[in-house]
């Protein structure tokens, strides 16, 4: 009986977790994160290469998420990471203020002629000062 009530309770973690993937993959299609960055560096032809990577990368990071293995990369190998980690999720933004329109938006309700650029990379130093407290002084 207890084996069944585990078990069980095994079937529906994994499928949640199956759902909540297939949910974010679908998103990250949705917005053209990955045939954007094809398109804009020549690379089209690798796109499948690119889907699979990203599959891979999420699959294993949610693995050493939940099991909470240590990784011992050094300051060079975070340095690598964080990155990659950023470029990531700096298209990911991107392109989602580009699917959204938000910043031609912006402009037409606030009849702004210049300063589009700083406001965008305010806001990209905004998001940047915050993970850094988040990450670093209130953790």
């Not at 954007?36 to 089209?44: D, G, K, M, Y």
């Not at 999720?89 to 959204?100: D, K, M, S, T, Y």
């Amino acid at each position: 009986m207890i084996f069944c009530k585990y078990g069980l309770l095994i079937i529906i973690g994994v499928m949640a977790g199956f759902v909540v993937a297939a949910g974010i993959f679908a998103f990250i299609t949705l917005i053209g994160v990955l045939t954007r960055l094809a398109s804009r560096t020549n690379t089209a032809d690798r796109i499948l290469l690119y889907e699979d990577v990203v599959v891979l990368g999420a699959s294993i990071g949610n693995i050493i998420f939940l099991f909470e293995i240590k990784i011992p990369l050094g300051t060079l190998g975070l340095i690598i990471f964080g990155l990659f980690s950023g470029s990531f999720i700096g298209c990911l933004a991107v392109a989602l203020a580009e699917v959204l329109k938000v910043f031609p938006v912006l402009t037409n309700r606030l009849k702004l002629k210049i300063g589009i650029p700083v406001i965008v990379l305010s806001l990209a130093i905004g998001k940047g000062i915050g993970a850094f407290y988040q990450l670093f002084i209130k953790g």
